[in-house]
């Protein structure tokens, strides 16, 4: 070969680029590329750097206590060991501080609920109905009771049903609100809740009741236990009219057994109303006690 031909076999070779331009391809082309793929590494320094901080240290708390400690293993041959138990003295002193810390809090608790004495509210026996009753009829005011009855006496000099009619709807008004469980009074005396009506009241009542015809009292006696049945049907006290009824009974003791027929018919359509039903039926049995031959009949 020939140093020519050496020549043109070491030539770079051409051809012609899509530009219409005629460019040299071999090694050097190479070497271009990868001398652009080291200018498109990013250096390291270059690149952003994030900041790492050391994680913050547990504050020591009681908790720190029951974390369980390492064992340490102590090798006894033959594949077996031993676990020696090294319990980490902090524990006690965590909890000895944390102890004395609540301590005062103990002290507290302990005063108040397991070594003191419990403070229970005082509380008093519940009034019965007669104790209410009682005070009721006490505070009724003779005076007032008086001057409302000379009045009507001056509105109405010959009219005593309207006399009474309005004493005995002022009594029933103030003795409305005691509160009567049993509206027949099991295990009270045949007179109740008249005995417990104060002398004077008593004395006032029947002077008035002397002022009334028979026919006039008849009048009332049918109005006071229609009044009671309503007012019991209300879900309140009915014992204005029972006492007017018993004052009047004392009076006229034939009264009960005249009424006695009007009396079964109320009964007889509310008995399924057990609290009306048995005013009724109290209404039936209030007869003279020294009157034999009236106690006879009504039996």
């Given amino acids: ?22 460019e040299v391809v071999g090694k050097g082309g190479k070497k271009r590329a990868s001398n652009e793929g080291k200018k498109n590494k990013v250096k390291a320094s270059d690149m952003p750097k ?27 041959g ?23 810390e609540q301590a005062p809090d103990v002290k507290k608790l302990s005063a108040g609920i397991i070594g003191g004495k419990k403070k229970t509210a005082s509380t008093k026996p519940q009034k019965t109905d007669e104790e209410f009753l009682q005070e009721a009829l006490a505070k009724l005011d003779l005076d007032e009771l008086t001057a409302m009855l000379t009045n009507l006496e001056s509105s109405f000099p010959s009219n005593p049903s309207i006399w009474l009619i309005d004493i005995s709807a002022h009594l029933q008004l103030k003795l409305k609100g005691v509160p009567q ?10 007179d109740y809740p008249m005995c417990l009506v104060p002398a004077p009241l008593k ?10 015809t028979e026919p006039t009292l008849k009048l009332i006696y049918q109005r006071s236990v229609e009044n009671m049945v309503q007012e019991l049907s209300k879900g309140s ?33 509310r008995k399924t109303r057990m609290r009306e039903a ?9 007869l003279p006690e020294k009157d034999l031959a009236q106690g006879l009949t009504g039996l």
């Fill in 203 to 212: 004395t006032f009542f029947n002077d008035l009741l002397k002022k009334c």
């Fill in 237 to 269: 006290s009915a014992y204005g009219d029972q006492i007017m009824v018993q004052f009047i009974v004392q009076r006229q003791p034939q009264i009960t057994l005249e009424n006695l027929k009007e009396v079964q018919e109320m009964l007889a359509a």
């Fill in 50 to 76: 994030a900041d790492i901080h050391n994680p913050l240290g547990e504050s020591k708390t009681i908790y720190q206590a029951l974390k369980h400690p390492k064992v340490p293993v102590t090798e006894l």
């Fill in 278 to 286: 048995l005013t009724l039926m109290w209404c039936a049995g209030q």
């Fill in 181 to 190: 469980k049993d509206p027949v009074f099991e295990d009270k005396p045949a």
């Fill in 78 to 100: 033959n594949g077996h060991v031993k676990h020696t138990s090294d319990i980490s003295e902090e524990m006690p002193a965590v909890l000895g501080e944390k102890v004395a």
């Fill in 1 to 22: 070969m020939s140093s020519h031909d050496a020549a043109a076999n070491y030539c770079p070779k051409s051809k012609m680029a899509s530009n219409g331009k005629w």
